[in-house]
């Protein structure tokens, strides 16, 4: 079976072909104006119309068809410029972004009197029982198990397991943390433990302090690892039970754990920093 394609050009030929040979015959000297002359003018004209209409269709549609094609490649080149001036507006919009952070951990830098150490987290523990993330900052860059991790808006965690160039950090909001903090309006003291759904519990609150909600609360510095005045969360919930000695108080973190991606650890001096100093 023959394409529409096929038939179609073989038919154009047929005429082209049809049509010179007409043309070179009653052409001829002989052939004159009256008689034959004329019954071949009506012979060929036809013929030559169906020709040259033939030939006119043919030459559009390659021209179209050569359109079409010049088209579709500037578009596909329109295109991938497009896609390229989007992907740099995007990584424009991400520098930008992380130098406003670079920029807030810089000047919260400058007001923090401890040693800090910019670092940036790298990974996420999957589990949904343990609340850690990864550092890439280590051992050679003076980081040490137990230091402080921070941000601007509060206290993150502390370090736990150190490798050369890496650290893993133990979020404040995991079940096993445990912060020395203190409410910053009446100074009632107890320990900031990782609670469910991204809250903390602030444990051993005697009752006899006057907690109230949106109260903020800081670390003391008793601890010996966070240093004191960091601010950790606000109260969001209190609840007096009639018996006991201590009150329940959830407390929401003001680091916002999802959206963590550059922390400062606090570094600790080392023995031989203080032997200089004394």
């Not at 269709?57 to 896609?83: M, P, Q």
């Not at 950090?169 to 009632?188: E, G, K, M, T």
């Amino acid at each position: 079976m023959f394409s529409k394609k096929m038939v179609m050009i073989v038919g154009v030929i047929v005429l082209i072909a049809v049509n010179i040979i007409l043309i070179s015959v009653f052409n001829r000297r002989y052939i004159s104006y009256y008689g034959p002359g004329r019954i071949a003018i009506s012979i060929v004209a036809p013929f030559q119309k169906a020709s040259s209409t033939s030939i006119r269709f043919v030459r559009d549609i390659w021209r179209h068809y050569f359109f079409l094609v010049n088209a579709a490649k500037e578009n596909e080149e329109l295109r991938k410029d497009l896609n390229r001036a989007f992907e740099k507006s995007i990584q424009f919009k991400e520098f930008k972004l992380s130098n406003a952070r670079l920029r807030n951990l810089l000047n919260f830098q400058k007001n923090i009197t401890d040693r800090v150490l910019a670092a940036e987290v790298i990974g996420k523990d999957p589990s949904p029982w343990f609340k850690t993330v990864l550092i890439d900052k280590g051992k050679q860059d003076g980081v040490e198990k137990g230091m402080a991790v921070v941000i601007p808006e509060g206290i993150a965690g502390q370090t736990t397991e150190v490798s050369a160039h890496y650290s893993k950090v133990l979020l404040i909001i995991d079940h096993n943390s445990a912060v020395d903090a203190l409410v910053q309006r009446d100074r009632a003291r107890g320990i900031i433990k990782g609670g469910s759904a991204g809250q903390c519990l602030f444990k051993y609150v005697l009752r006899k302090h006057d907690v109230m909600v949106d109260d903020i609360v800081v670390s003391s510095g008793l601890d010996g690892v966070f240093p004191k005045g960091l601010s950790v969360g606000y109260v969001s919930g209190v609840i007096k039970p009639k018996s006991g000695i201590f009150q329940e108080v959830t407390v929401t973190p003001y680091v916002d754990f999802e959206k963590l991606e550059e922390v400062l650890v606090v570094l600790t001096p080392k023995k031989h920093e203080f032997e200089q100093e004394k």
